[in-house]
């Protein structure tokens, strides 16, 4: 049975791959991904085949790589962060059941929740849940739900896709749903252009957070009740009497 991979190369730098991810994209014949995280592959897979489609391609960019593994090569899809969290993963599954000949494989990835609390301190150190503010698949009247029953719940929250060209209120519009929930005084923060020379944090207040300029690259942080914000990092505590 012929092997599938589907790789989360975490932010794309190579030295937030993990080990088994550069493996697997050494072996590979041809690597298939969105154009812009076959950009963030450094000079040594240059020589690689590569494969894309464009935006709102996902399900032609799964099938190529089935297409391309029926004629024997070794195929890995790549996708940024991990590509079980809003990525790749679930729709491979799906289509590979009209290709019971191939194993699909799994190679995990850091997803932006995790790569952007590193940087600004600690905002997941407990219970916590995260939500895409993107509507294209999900209606909005269910991440409005997802976000009050996230506040009600006390869960720390990590935001992806919170703006975009269309989506320019999304985020003020979310910060609007949690201020009915939660104070206006919660800790905050967001990280732009995560694990890149261009990296920039800011830790706020979810009344500041609401009129923040953000887009697609940056990841939003919500505290829960016990965040704060300490030295300029942002640190959800998770109970231990100091």
Known sequence: MSTIYVVGMGPGREDMM?????????????????????????????????????????????????????????????????????????????????HPGFDIRIIPGITAANSGAAVLGAPLNHDY????????????????????????????????NPSSHRRKDYLQRACDILLEEIPGTTA?????????????????????????????FTTVFIGNPETVIMDGRLVTPRGYKV
């Open 188 to 216: 905050c923060g967001y990280v732009r252009n995560i694990g890149r020379d261009e990296t920039q944090a800011v830790t706020c207040t979810l009344s500041q957070l609401r009129d923040a300029q953000v887009d697609m």
């Open 18 to 98: 993990t080990a088994l991810a550069l493996d697997v994209l050494r072996k590979a014949d041809v690597i298939i991904g969105y154009p812009v995280y076959l950009d963030l592959l450094g000079e040594e897979f240059s020589q690689k085949e590569f494969l894309s489609t464009p935006m709102r391609k996902e399900t032609e960019r799964c099938r190529m790589c089935f297409e391309e593994a029926e004629k024997g090569k070794q195929v890995a899809m790549i996708c940024s962060g991990d590509a079980g969290v809003y990525g790749m993963a679930s729709l491979m599954f799906e289509l590979g059941q009209e």
């Open 129 to 160: 849940c995260v939500i895409s503010l993107s509507d294209l698949l999900t209606p909005w009247e269910k991440i409005e739900k997802r976000l009050r029953m996230a506040a009600r719940g006390g869960f720390a929250i990590a935001l992806y």
